[in-house]
Each structure stands twice: as structure tokens, then as C-alpha cells.
């Protein structure tokens, strides 16, 4: 079976960090591009960070370049996504997906992504 788990949510005050987690089971994820996305109350879930299937590429939205950052350990089967400087509109639930089409490019596109985790909430408050 398939399967996607995040982990490393929480709460953290505005500047904090955390490091988010996507473990695979059940497939290998060298052959898959990795999305993170984020959708928080009452918006649209939209792509955070993407890496490629190598780690060659990757892509950042623009509201977190600079502070966020994508990695992933195919030796682990784990991606990961460092998140700095944190503020409180990064609050949402965070998930990770992965695609097949996407493995060269890493485009977040929400829907070329086939396979979901179940999200991990991140709260930014003071």
C-alpha cells in the first residue's frame, strides 16, 4: 500500500523554525517528483516547495524563498522541508505529495500530483 506520513508540525511563535518530514512506505520515492503544499482555512491548497526525483531541481513559492527550503534523502525515502523565519501567515496544514510526470521538472502543480499524505497542521502564533 501506498502511503505518505508527515510529521514535525506544531506550534512555533513568529521567526521559530521547524523541519518538516515526508516518509514513504510501500513505494520507493526515487522515482518521484515530492511536492509540500499548504491549504489553510477557507483558501485554496497551493504548492509550497517541489523537488525533483534526483534533487537536481527545485521550485519555492514565492512567499517562502529565501526562508524555506526542500531536501530529500532517496537513501532514507524521506523528503524534507526546512522552514525559517517563520510568520503567522505560513499557519495552515502542511502535506506532501508525489508525482510520477513531475519526477524531471518539479512544477507544484496540485494536480499533477498523485499520491497524498494525510497533512500535518503548522501554527505560527505568538
Known amino acids: 500500500q501506498l502511503q505518505l506520513v508527515e510529521s514535525g508540525g506544531g506550534l512555533v511563535q513568529p521567526g521559530g523554525s521547524l523541519r518538516l518530514s515526508c516518509a514513504a512506505s510501500?513505494?520507493?520515492?526515487?522515482?518521484?517528483?515530492i511536492g509540500w503544499f499548504r491549504q489553510a482555512p477557507g483558501k485554496e491548497r497551493e504548492g509550497v516547495s517541489c523537488?525533483?526525483?534526483?534533487?537536481?531541481?527545485?521550485n519555492y513559492a514565492d512567499s517562502v524563498k529565501g526562508r524555506f527550503t526542500i531536501s530529500r534523502d532517496n537513501a532514507k525515502n524521506t523528503v524534507y522541508l526546512q522552514m525559517n523565519s517563520l510568520k503567522p501567515e505560513d499557519t495552515a496544514v502542511y502535506y506532501c505529495?508525489?508525482?510520477?510526470?513531475?519526477?524531471?521538472?518539479?512544477?507544484?502543480?496540485?494536480?499533477?500530483?498523485?499520491?497524498w499524505g494525510q497533512g500535518t497542521q503548522v501554527t505560527v502564533s505568538s
Open positions: 505529495a508525489a508525482s510520477g510526470s513531475q519526477r524531471l521538472f518539479a512544477l507544484c502543480a496540485v494536480s499533477s500530483y498523485d499520491y
Open positions: 510501500g513505494f520507493t520515492l526515487n522515482y518521484y517528483a
Open positions: 523537488i525533483s526525483s534526483s534533487g537536481a531541481r527545485t
